[in-house]
């Protein structure tokens, strides 16, 4: 998660986070268009790339 988040920071994301034990999940959206911008699929594929303990 921290590794994420210093992406998602650098990119200006503000991801919605939910953590449980070692789950996490994490909603990608743009709200001033309404739904996925083409930030949130280039966040979404830097957070893909990052492995455990990253």
């Known amino acids: 998660m921290a590794a994420a988040a210093v992406h998602a920071q650098a990119m200006n ?4 986070w ?3 034990y070692a ?3 994490v909603w990608l ?5 309404g739904g996925l911008s083409d930030r949130d699929f280039a966040l979404a594929g ?3 790339g990052l492995h455990p303990g990253a």
């Open 13 to 16: 994301q503000q991801p919605e």
């Open 29 to 33: 959206t743009t709200h001033n268009v």
């Open 18 to 20: 939910f953590k449980r």
């Open 46 to 48: 830097v957070m893909g």
């Open 23 to 25: 789950t996490v999940r």
